[in-house]
């Protein structure tokens, strides 16, 4: 059954869509559900292509190629190709203009086998280092113990140290009797008696100028500058 639209016949079977068909557009349902190849799967089948016709490409053959025969698009091509050569899994070369790219199977077996090796050797070295912690963690145990002894010693312990804390507070207390901290507030002493008196000379100095120059009496000098009476030098 179908109906005319703007002129044309319309199928109604084909513009309901049928259990199947992709809906209104009439698309198949593994089309519109389609995903994507991830980089790894693109990776296998791009070694696919090398491993099963062990043959030599360059890049624009394997973008011919890939795309037809794995399902790879063209415009991933380069980039597959290229991490596959960092890893050491595909060979290139430059032969006059041209790059050429190849990868043997026996070549991934020995990358594999190696790659085996070197893994099994980090765990083995993971499984030694791991069994030589426990060792170490077993002998840590020894003497450790939660018993009444150990407790007593820890307590005693905390004592002492307690103790010793008390005993360089008070040592820093008598600090001031050492000779060396003596001398050093002896020394001290004299350069601050040597600078004031060098200061009092000054002003002896200066009232004894005043007194010449404007001949001002030397109390009232003291006392417009608040100098005390018994200002002299320090013995």
Known sequence: MGCWVAGRRQDSSFAAG???????????DNMSKKKGLSIEEKRTRMMEIFF?????????????IAPKEKGITSMSVKEV???????????TDRIGTSNYFWAFPSKA??????????LESQVNQGTQKKQSLQQ????????RQNTDKRAAMLEELEGLR??????KAELEKYQECDPEVIEEIRQNN??????VNRWTDNVFAIKSW??????????????????????????
Do not use: C, W
């Open 18 to 28: 049928r259990p199947g068909d992709g809906g209104e557009f009439g698309l198949p």
């Open 52 to 64: 099963e016709t062990k043959d030599v490409f360059q890049l624009k053959d394997l973008e011919k």
């Open 81 to 91: 190709l290229q991490s596959l050569v960092d890893d050491g899994m595909v060979d």
């Open 109 to 118: 077996l020995h990358i594999r086998t190696k790659k085996l090796e070197q």
């Open 136 to 143: 170490s963690i077993e002998k840590a145990k020894v003497g």
């Open 162 to 167: 307690k103790q010793r804390s008390q005993l």
């Open 190 to 195: 004299k350069v601050s008696k040597d600078a």
């Open 210 to 235: 005043a007194n010449k120059k404007f001949g001002f009496e030397r109390n009232k000098i003291d006392k417009a500058f608040g100098i005390p009476e018994d200002f002299d030098y320090i013995d």
